[in-house]
C-alpha cells in the first residue's frame, strides 16, 4: 500500500512538472508571437529623437516576392508617396550593405526636412546628393546626407538575397 502512494505521489509530481513546463513552453511561445507584430526598430536623428510612423505601407514587389515597408510620418516621405506608384524600379548593391534605386527622372524631394541621419538596418532613406532612394539591408553610419522614409516591416531578406542587379514595382498599400 505504501508503495501505490508513493508511486501515485511521484506520477502525481512528474505530470505537475510537465504542466508547468508547457505552460513555460506555451508563454515563449506566445510572446514570440507578440514580437512578430512589434514595431520595427528606428535609427535616430542628430539630437536623439526618432521618427514617427504614419500608418501607411507600402509594397514592394520583386520576383514575385513581397517587401512590405513602413512609412515614416514626414514631409520627405509625403512627397515620396505622391510619386506612387513606381514601376520597373531598377536597384543594384552597394557596398554589401544597400540596395539604392537607380533615378532617371526627377530627384526625390526632402522637403522642409533637414538631412541628417543615422539608419538602422531595413531603413529606406533618401541620399540628398543624389535625390535617390536606398534600403539598408545592413548597418550603416550616421551621414549628414540621408533623410528617413520608412523601414521594412517584412521581407529584407528578398533585397539582401539579390546579389545581381533586379528591378522592382512600388505601390501603396490600401
Same mark, same amino acid.
Given at each position: 500500500?505504501? *508503495?501505490?502512494? *508513493? /508511486?501515485?505521489? *511521484? /506520477?502525481?509530481?512528474?505530470?505537475?512538472? /510537465?504542466?508547468?513546463?508547457? $505552460?513555460? @513552453? =506555451?508563454?515563449?511561445?506566445?510572446?514570440?508571437?507578440?514580437?512578430?507584430?512589434?514595431?520595427? @526598430?528606428?535609427?535616430?536623428?542628430? =539630437?536623439? $529623437?526618432?521618427?514617427?510612423? $504614419?500608418?501607411?505601407?507600402? #509594397?514592394?514587389?520583386?520576383?514575385?516576392?513581397?517587401?512590405?515597408?513602413?512609412?515614416?510620418?514626414?514631409?520627405?516621405? =509625403? @512627397?515620396?508617396?505622391? #510619386? /506612387?506608384?513606381?514601376?520597373?524600379?531598377?536597384?543594384?548593391?552597394? $557596398?554589401?550593405?544597400?540596395?539604392?534605386?537607380?533615378?532617371?527622372?526627377?530627384?526625390?524631394?526632402? @522637403?522642409?526636412?533637414?538631412?541628417?541621419?543615422?539608419?538602422?538596418?531595413?531603413? *529606406?532613406?533618401?541620399? #540628398?546628393?543624389?535625390?535617390?532612394?536606398?534600403?539598408?539591408?545592413?548597418?550603416?553610419?550616421?551621414?549628414?546626407?540621408?533623410?528617413?522614409?520608412?523601414?521594412?516591416?517584412?521581407?529584407?531578406?528578398?533585397?539582401?538575397?539579390?546579389? =545581381?542587379?533586379?528591378?522592382?514595382?512600388?505601390?501603396?498599400?490600401?
Amino acid at each position: 500500500m505504501k *508503495m501505490v502512494r *508513493m /508511486l501515485v505521489g *511521484m /506520477l502525481g509530481g512528474m505530470a505537475l512538472m /510537465l504542466s508547468a513546463c508547457g $505552460s513555460q @513552453a =506555451d508563454q515563449v511561445q506566445e510572446s514570440e508571437k507578440g514580437s512578430s507584430n512589434s514595431v520595427p @526598430a528606428t535609427g535616430t536623428y542628430p =539630437d536623439g $529623437s526618432t521618427p514617427q510612423f $504614419s500608418g501607411k505601407r507600402l #509594397r514592394l514587389t520583386v520576383d514575385g516576392n513581397e517587401v512590405i515597408i513602413a512609412m515614416y510620418d514626414n514631409t520627405a516621405a =509625403d @512627397a515620396y508617396l505622391e #510619386r /506612387l506608384p513606381l514601376d520597373n524600379v531598377e536597384f543594384y548593391d552597394l $557596398s554589401g550593405i544597400e540596395k539604392p534605386a537607380r533615378n532617371d527622372g526627377a530627384p526625390f524631394s526632402i @522637403a522642409d526636412e533637414d538631412p541628417g541621419y543615422d539608419p538602422v538596418t531595413g531603413e *529606406m532613406v533618401i541620399y #540628398r546628393p543624389w535625390g535617390s532612394f536606398t534600403i539598408f539591408y545592413e548597418d550603416f553610419r550616421h551621414s549628414n546626407e540621408l533623410v528617413p522614409l520608412g523601414v521594412v516591416e517584412s521581407g529584407l531578406e528578398v533585397l539582401s538575397g539579390e546579389e =545581381d542587379d533586379f528591378t522592382g514595382t512600388i505601390e501603396f498599400m490600401e
